[in-house]
């Protein structure tokens, strides 16, 4: 008789335009790409501004605060996630402006039924064991 292994849940592959994010979770710091032009912020790394189009930007240590822009409660997910079963994801709207900054993430340590829209949260770390990876989950403020 064999015993199946449950699955390993899938990690992030950092590349070089995200290294410098995955770097700064490393250190327990959320970084984002700041446009030295025009101010904006932004998660995901692009080559330019979408505000400005410049492309001298620089990576920033961010507050790792913000609002709970909207979320949604999974109940059903693949058997990497069964343990996990009801998990809340979350888009989270940071305290950096001037525009808004949205990052998806997972909220955790929290009930379901005191999960709000607008409500006050801040970025967690979690290093994963045996691998060289740092996640980050929001939590309540």
């Not at 409500?119 to 064991?129: G, H, L, S, T, Y």
């Amino acid at each position: 008789m064999t015993t199946q292994q449950k699955p390993l849940k899938p990690l992030p592959t950092p590349s070089r335009e995200n290294k410098p994010f995955w770097d700064g979770l490393k250190q327990h710091e959320f970084r984002l790409q700041l446009c030295k032009a025009c101010g904006s912020y932004r998660w995901l790394p692009k080559p330019a501004c979408p505000n400005c189009l410049s492309e001298d930007t620089e990576w920033v240590k961010a507050s790792g605060e913000g609002t709970l822009w909207t979320y949604s409660t999974v109940y059903r997910a693949g058997p990497a996630f069964a343990d996990d079963i009801p998990f809340i994801t979350a888009i989270v709207e940071l305290k950096e402006k001037p525009l808004k900054c949205l990052v998806l993430s997972w909220l955790v340590n929290c009930k379901l039924e005191d999960v709000y829209v607008g409500m006050p949260v801040k970025v967690a770390f979690e290093a994963i064991p045996n691998e060289d990876i740092t996640l980050y989950k929001f939590v309540p403020a």
